[in-house]
């Protein structure tokens, strides 16, 4: 396996909206990152890795030396793509630089929205300022691969504050953009406490098509649901998951997969610790599942699914067995057909949840 994720699981506080595995307990870090090398000591057969990404939670909250002691756990070279999330606060020019002489070559900033009453009504501990200070001083420190998340749909915000958003985004030069939908999960601060002035369905579609049309105007390439790249600068490591290939997962409540068998670790912080080793839980997939999750995580991708592969692979008719689905989605032109199968078209999108639940129920 040649792509690894490593999960940081600690945040100085809790965003309103977030059900992500990460606790605000900063005193743990150390007996953490060794929990964490043993994992990796235990699992990791020293393939030459093509990606390496840190993800969190705050990754930004290692120090350079504990990025690099884990970097080193790992046989990289200077073409891995090495990916730290960086919350825009805890950044520094002279942090940024002893990064990049570590290894690391890829940075995702966390910027959700320029609009500074938004950030405080979503409990970011960042201002909109922060956000453009950290992608300049990223790029005084050499970093070239850089990407920003943003969340629509938040609460206050209009269609057009979410294009001024964007227009924000691009004027920064930047080469890699992720937008996701607001989801508000039961267990978040916002799930048991409904914020005011949500932005209804419609407005939220309307908000991504937007986007698309704005972040294509402006060079950048739609080559994933939620995520748009300048050429030559999409996410490698997010594409071996679309890609359905293998992967390993370490660290609290991170997963992995490995020759059709699906493992997830704790999300108790203290239980990985003391047993960093033991998978909580594993999961060997029917060819039917494998089969769905190669249509499911292809239909991602917005160059789609290869027909042809999954035909060879699954020996299967694709066209034959989805007839119907096919039938009725290409005629409305929510399903597109490619050179090398089909793929969603922009409108496909906004229903692809209905789209891609009548290919899994479809044995
Ligand atoms: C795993 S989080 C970690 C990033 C980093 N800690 C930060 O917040 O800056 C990655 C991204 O997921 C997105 N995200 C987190 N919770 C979300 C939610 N409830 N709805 C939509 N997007 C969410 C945010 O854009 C966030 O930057
Ligand atoms: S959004 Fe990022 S910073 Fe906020 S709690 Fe979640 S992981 Fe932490």
Redesign the pocket.
């Known amino acids: 396996m040649e792509n690894v994720y490593i999960h940081i699981p600690f ?1 100085k506080s809790k ?1 309103k ?4 595995v ?1 606790y605000p307990r900063l005193e743990m870090k150390e007996q953490y990152l060794n929990a964490l090398e043993k994992e990796i000591k235990n699992s990791y057969k020293d393939e030459a890795l093509k990606t390496l990404y840190f ?4 990754p930004s909250l290692l120090s350079p030396y504990e990025f690099q002691k884990l970097i080193k756990l790992f046989n990289t070279d200077n073409k891995t793509e090495i990916t730290a ?4 606060e805890t950044i520094t020019q002279n942090y940024l630089s002893e990064l990049k002489s570590v290894g690391i070559n890829r940075l995702s ?2 910027c ?1 929205t320029f609009d500074d009453n938004i950030l405080k009504i979503i409990g970011r501990r960042h201002g909109s300022k922060d956000v453009e200070n950290a992608v300049k001083s990223a790029k005084n420190a050499g970093f070239e691969n850089i990407s920003l ?3 629509y749909g938040l609460p206050e915000q209009t269609r057009n504050m979410f294009k001024e958003d964007l227009q924000r985004a691009v004027s920064l030069d930047i080469k890699h953009i ?1 937008l ?6 039961d267990d ?1 601060f916002f799930g048991k406490n409904p914020p005011k002035n949500l932005p209804d369905e419609d407005t939220q579609a309307d908000m991504y098509l937007d986007a698309i049309k704005i972040l294509k105007e402006n060079g950048f390439e739609h080559y994933e649901i939620s995520n748009f790249s300048k050429k030559g600068f999409a996410s490698r490591h997010n594409l071996n998951y679309w890609d359905n290939n293998s992967y390993y997962g370490f660290g609290v409540g991170a997963h992995g997969y490995e020759n059709g068998t699906r493992y997830f670790n704790t999300s108790d912080l203290s239980e990985y610790i003391q047993n960093p080793t033991h998978h909580k839980h594993s999961q060997l997939l029917t060819e039917q599942e494998k089969l769905e999750e190669e249509i499911f995580l292809g239909f991602r991708k917005m160059s789609g699914i290869d027909v042809h592969k999954i035909n060879k692979n699954f020996g299967i008719n694709f066209d034959k067995k989805y007839q119907n689905i096919l039938d009725k989605y290409v005629p409305l032109k929510f399903l597109l057909k490619t050179e090398k199968g089909y793929k969603l078209s922009d409108k496909g999108i906004l229903v692809s949840n209905v789209i891609l639940s009548e290919f899994l129920s479809e044995v």
């Open positions: 945040c965003c909206y977030c059900s992500f990460s993800g969190g939670g705050t999330e960086l919350n825009p900033f966390g959700q998340d943003f969340i992720s996701y939908g607001l989801k508000i999960d978040c």
